[in-house]
C-alpha cells in the first residue's frame, strides 16, 4: 500500500515538475509537498472528510463553511455567520446558519463554495497560485501539511481583496 502512494507521489511530482515552468507557479515546492500529503490523506481517509472555510469582511461581518464530503462526493455544506456587525438590522434570521444536505446542494446560492479538495487543489494550481507581477500569493499548510489559505491580493486593493480560499480545519470521517 505505502508503495502504491509512494508511486502515485512521485508521478505527481514529475508530473508538475514537467508541466509547470518554476516561475508559473508560486510556492511550487510547498504545492508540491502539500499535494503529496492530501493524497495520502485521501487514501487513508477512504476521501472522506469535513473540512471547514472562513472569511471576514472589512465591515464587521464573518462566516465558517463546512463542507462534508464521502467518498469523493459532497454530501452536505453547512454555513453560518459568526460575526454579523455590518448586516441590516432586518437580515433574515434564517439566513445567519442553514443546512444543506445532498439533495439540496447549491439551494442557497453560493454555489463556488461546492468544491471537493481535490477541487481545491486544482484550482489553487491553475489559479490561485500562477505567478502574477501584481498580486501578493499566499499559501500555508497548517492543516498538518494540507493547505491552509491559498489565494493572492491584487496590488492596490482595498477592501475583501483575497481571491482564494481560508481553511481552518480538515478532518477525517
Not at 439540496?104 to 490561485?128: I, P, R
Request: hydrophobic letters at 30%; glycine letters at 6%; one cysteine or more.
Amino acid at each position: 500500500m505505502k508503495s502504491k502512494i509512494y508511486s502515485i507521489a512521485l508521478l505527481l511530482v514529475i508530473t508538475l515538475a514537467f508541466s509547470c515552468e518554476s516561475d508559473d507557479l508560486a510556492h511550487q515546492d510547498d504545492f508540491v509537498n502539500s499535494k503529496i500529503t492530501w493524497l495520502q490523506f485521501k487514501e487513508s481517509s477512504y476521501n472522506s472528510y469535513k473540512y471547514t472555510t472562513t472569511f471576514s469582511s472589512w465591515i464587521g461581518t464573518s462566516w465558517e463553511t463546512t463542507i462534508t464530503v464521502s467518498k469523493g462526493e459532497i454530501v452536505k455544506r453547512h454555513f453560518k455567520y459568526t460575526l454579523t456587525k455590518g448586516l441590516p438590522d432586518d437580515f433574515p434570521e434564517e439566513n445567519l446558519e442553514w443546512t444543506e444536505n445532498e439533495n439540496e446542494l447549491g439551494s442557497n446560492g453560493y454555489k463556488h463554495t461546492l468544491l471537493t479538495l481535490d477541487e481545491v487543489y486544482e484550482k489553487a494550481q491553475n489559479e490561485w497560485l500562477k505567478d502574477r507581477e501584481q498580486a501578493q500569493i499566499f499559501f500555508e499548510t497548517k492543516n498538518n501539511g494540507l493547505i491552509s489559505t491559498c489565494g493572492y491580493i491584487e496590488k492596490g486593493c482595498q477592501d475583501d481583496c483575497f481571491i482564494g480560499i481560508k481553511i481552518k480545519s480538515i478532518e477525517a470521517l
